[in-house]
């Protein structure tokens, strides 16, 4: 198991030395002057944007680039915003809880609805069941994030007012930050308005963005108990009188490595698609910030944050990796590991 780690590790390592190249290259692959293009439109003398380019590095040779950003990311530093002057480390650090806070609960609504949904149309297969499960899979599937975002602040928001329509949590709520995940924050202070409040600001959200997850975790877990269901060790353990929960226990242990490569793509690509989500509801994500950046033409706060998503990304599916290694010890023969 440390031999695959540690090949896993170094594999990890390659990927983000290849991130950080793509990143670097965002602000260079821009049509003409990244500086002019920055500043288009407005009075911004020459000599001024002379000085920017210099604060930028942008007049060094290109490799001395490079090496520059990259001392500086490992380092924790990620340049300084052009449009709020402050360093872009502390303004990505305020909004990646907030991504981070949406896109776990995104990912347990789906496991909630997913794992049900999988387990009764393989139970029950070509049954009313599975074929209703179908049908959710490809509504989920089929829909876009940002119509549903829109539909559910309609219905939800505007037409039932059950639940807000955009923020994080209600203003006045008494809360003070600690750990910058509000509902974390709120239990710590136990104030239960702001749980209540907080978790209302987060059911459309977390919904919209697990839709599409929810219909891919139930097809691959409902696949993967069917290719399970008719094996022998299944009907050995029937013979033996265990209960119902303990069967199927074992089936999911034994369709879960599958379910979990599916799943943790799916969280990298959870990362990307809130992107839109956070947009469509006004969340004040790291996804928000990428689109406000880009807006602006703040390009060190977009390559940062485009970075920083990247690492998050490739971070997860390592340890999707080593999870999946360790519900399926096979994997650990793989690439010379059991030598």
Do not use: C
Request: proline share 4%.
């Amino acid at each position: 198991m440390l031999a695959f780690i540690v090949r896993r590790l170094w594999q990890t390592v390659l990927v983000l030395f290849g991130v950080s190249i793509i990143t670097f290259s965002l602000i260079h692959l821009t049509p003409g002057d990244a500086v002019d293009v920055m500043f288009a439109g407005e009075n911004v003398s020459a000599d001024q944007r002379e000085v920017y380019r210099q604060q930028l590095g942008l007049d060094q040779p290109l490799i001395q680039q490079y090496f520059n950003y990259m001392a500086g990311a490992v380092q924790g530093d990620l340049g300084t915003s052009v449009r709020r002057g402050t360093p872009v480390a502390g303004i990505i650090a305020s909004t990646v809880p907030a991504t981070v806070e949406l896109t776990f609960a995104a990912l347990v609504v789906a496991i909630v609805i997913a794992v049900p949904v999988a387990v009764v149309s393989a139970l029950r297969q070509g049954s009313l069941w599975d074929r209703g499960g179908s049908v959710l899979a490809l509504f989920g599937i089929s829909m876009p994030s940002f119509w549903l975002g829109i539909m559910l602040i309609l219905i939800f928001s505007v037409g039932f007012h059950w639940f807000p329509a955009s923020g994080r949590i209600a203003a006045g709520s008494g809360m003070s930050q600690i750990t910058g995940f509000v509902l974390v924050d709120a239990v710590l202070q136990g104030n239960w308005e702001g749980i209540k409040s907080g978790l209302l600001h987060l059911a459309l959200p977390a919904i919209t963005l697990g839709t599409a997850i929810t219909a891919t975790l139930s097809r691959v877990l409902r696949s993967g108990l069917l290719e399970v269901k008719g094996q022998d060790y299944v009907d050995a353990l029937r013979a033996r009188g265990l209960r119902f929960a303990t069967v199927l226990r074992h089936m999911l242990r034994n369709a879960l490595p599958a379910t979990v490569i599916v799943m943790g793509v799916r969280i990298g690509s959870l990362l990307g698609g809130a992107i839109v989500v956070e947009v469509v509801f006004g969340w004040p994500g790291l996804g928000r910030l990428v689109v406000d950046a880009i807006q602006n033409r703040d390009f060190p706060l977009v390559q940062g944050a485009v970075l920083v998503l990247a690492v998050l990304f490739v971070l997860v599916n390592l340890i999707t990796d080593i999870v999946q290694a360790w519900l399926d010890p096979r994997i650990k023969l793989t690439g010379g590991g059991s030598r």
